[in-house]
Each structure stands twice: as structure tokens, then as C-alpha cells.
């Protein structure tokens, strides 16, 4: 049985946060990791290798949200997902960004910025967090790949918009106190 979560956030943009994840032999991913948890490790990933994997799974996933067809996504992703996803299923779990036209096309053009560097969990899977920053409205991403045949396959994606809007700081309750000042024309 797989396991799907749709999360429903109110962002600014309205854009409604889609997370979803495969079942490896009737487990969770949560309940692969090791009894003992081991540290991530850093990924033997060099920059550009990082990009592709980036941008050609939100790529993939934007294509298919335009053309409602998940064929494809479905294909790149790794075998153990694709036995528990099917195209139909993937549609349904996307349909919100869909319906709100939710355009990805821009993450070939502008470079992410990662807010976790590749790395390797404990279950042996590459996980990649970030963000591009783009206005109004900037796409946030959490991208898990499993290795299959010397490559990493999607195994789970991540997307939603945040504003980029500059916001005003939260004033505290208790009153600021003034700060003592120097006296014009005299130095220290």
C-alpha cells in the first residue's frame, strides 16, 4: 500500500504544498531508517550534477501538471515508486497545482539556492531542499532520489510558492529604550 500525503497550506500565492511518497516492500520511508539512527552523510555530488537532478525532476513534474498526462514523471521515477503509482493516481495528487496553473517553467533559468547540500540519509536515499528566488513569488522544493542502476530516480517530490514580498518586523509589547548617545563634536 502506498503512502500519500497532501498537505494543505495557506500560502500567499495559494499554491497548495505537494508531498508524496513511495512504499519500499509494504514499508514506509519513515520506517526504513536503521533502529540506531545513523547521521546523514554528505553526497558525492558535484554542483552540476545537483542542477540536473533538480531542475529536470521539477521540469518533469511541471510538464506533466500542463499536459495532465503522468506517464512520464511516473517513468523517471524510481522502480519502487513507479510499482505503487500509477499515472492516474499521480494526476489525482497533483490535480490542485493543475487546476491552479502552477508554472515551473522558470527553474531553468534561474540557479536554487539549497538550504540542506545533497546528502545520503541513513536509508541510503540522496535528499536535496532549496528554494529559487524568483519574485513575486519564489518556488520552495524538497527532492528525495533512490539510487537504481548507477543512477538517482525520484523517489519523492516537494514543491509549493511562497511570497518573496519583504515583510515588516513583528514590534515586541515592551517599549524600546533609548539608546545613550555621544555628543556631537567629541571623540573617544
Given at each position: ?10 500560502f ?20 526504513q ?11 558525492n555530488?558535484?554542483?552540476n ?13 511541471d ?34 497545482q ?21 546528502q ?15 519574485v513575486?513569488?519564489q ?15 525520484p ?24 539608546r ?9
Amino acid at each position: 500500500m502506498s503512502v500519500y500525503r497532501l498537505t494543505r497550506r495557506a500560502f500567499t500565492q495559494g499554491v497548495v504544498a505537494v508531498i508524496f511518497a513511495a512504499t519500499l516492500g509494504g514499508a514506509t520511508f519513515a520506517q526504513q531508517t536503521p533502529a540506531t539512527p545513523a547521521a546523514p552523510k554528505p553526497a558525492n555530488i558535484d554542483r552540476n550534477g545537483t542542477l540536473i537532478l533538480i531542475r529536470t525532476t521539477l521540469i518533469a513534474l511541471d510538464q506533466a501538471n500542463k499536459s495532465g498526462n503522468y506517464s512520464v514523471l511516473r517513468a523517471l521515477c524510481a522502480p519502487d515508486f513507479q510499482a505503487n503509482n500509477s499515472p492516474e493516481r499521480l494526476a489525482e495528487i497533483f490535480a490542485r497545482q493543475r487546476a491552479q496553473g502552477l508554472d515551473l517553467a522558470g527553474v531553468v533559468a534561474i540557479d536554487p539556492q539549497l538550504t540542506l547540500l545533497p546528502q545520503i540519509e541513513p536509508n541510503g536515499m540522496l535528499h536535496i531542499t532549496g528554494f529559487f528566488p524568483s519574485v513575486p513569488a519564489q518556488v520552495y522544493f524538497e527532492l528525495l532520489f533512490a539510487p537504481f542502476e548507477g543512477q538517482w530516480r525520484p523517489f519523492g517530490i516537494s514543491v509549493d510558492l511562497r511570497s518573496a514580498s519583504p515583510t515588516a518586523p513583528v514590534q515586541s509589547s515592551a517599549p524600546s529604550q533609548p539608546r545613550p548617545t555621544q555628543p556631537t563634536g567629541q571623540r573617544r
